[in-house]
């Protein structure tokens, strides 16, 4: 299982874009990276997932280079309500029997007005 | 169209006893994971089910145990809680061919005296 490392904490202000990177340097051929969100006192909620290059939808932006041992996720013009905990997931999506999703201490980005 | 729902919210037990939390997954979803969060940290994977079966397992013992029923929900029961069971008790659905995009419920704070 690839093991992943974030920042433990970032702060930002409202309107800025956030960048946050993880990385994941043991990254296998069939991975994916999945980067969810969690507020205080509930479960996580899945934000996007990406193999290579630039996924974007209508929350975030990931960039993942060519070597794939690293990504960013990427918030733009955040508000105080991003205030959350980001974790980065690394795994092959498929329901193998290699499956354990490992969440470790997520980065904590704290938005201020 | 209904999301993860899970029971009780809230529940509050003594050492040494046994509690039993229940889970219905998303609408389509038939994997369900279930999860375990203390406070501060990010969640840990007890163990996920699949066609009624525990396909795989995280660093639980025993006295966690699962079942998946025919309609998918699931069941996590804990026998002889200690004090360290005290968490954040979280269920996730997804899809076989997509277990990194799992949408969690609210949870089951569970807290033993």
């Known amino acids: 299982l690839a093991k992943t490392t974030q920042p433990i904490s970032m702060d930002s202000y409202e309107g800025q874009e956030v960048n946050i990177t993880c990385s994941h340097n043991n990254i296998a051929t069939n991975d994916y990276i999945t980067w969810y969100q969690q507020f205080p006192s509930q479960g996580p909620r899945f934000i996007i997932q990406?193999?290579?290059t630039k996924v974007t939808n209508e929350v975030a932006s990931l960039f993942i280079p060519a070597d794939r041992k690293s990504s960013t996720l990427s918030l733009p013009r955040v508000s105080l309500s991003d205030t959350a905990v980001y974790y980065c997931?690394?795994?092959?999506?498929?329901?193998?029997?290699?499956?354990?999703?490992?969440f470790g201490a997520g980065t904590r980005l704290f938005v201020k007005a | 169209d209904a999301g993860v729902t899970q029971s009780p919210t809230h529940l509050i037990k003594t050492r040494g006893q046994q509690v039993t939390l229940r889970c219905s997954p998303k609408s389509g979803h038939d994997t369900v994971s279930w999860y375990q969060q203390a406070l501060g940290q990010g969640p840990q994977f007890i163990f996920q089910y699949y066609e009624e079966e525990e396909r795989q397992r995280g660093n639980f013992p025993d006295r966690f145990s699962g079942h998946q029923f025919p309609n998918y929900s699931s069941e996590l029961n804990v026998n002889a809680l200690l004090l360290g069971d005290s968490a954040l008790y979280l269920c996730?659905?997804?899809?076989?061919?997509?277990?990194?995009?799992?949408?969690f419920g609210p949870g089951t704070r569970l807290t033993v005296t």
């Open positions: 990406g193999y290579k």
């Open positions: 996730a659905s997804s899809f076989p061919q997509a277990v990194y995009e799992q949408y």
């Open positions: 997931l690394v795994g092959d999506r498929r329901n193998t029997g290699g499956f354990k999703t490992i």
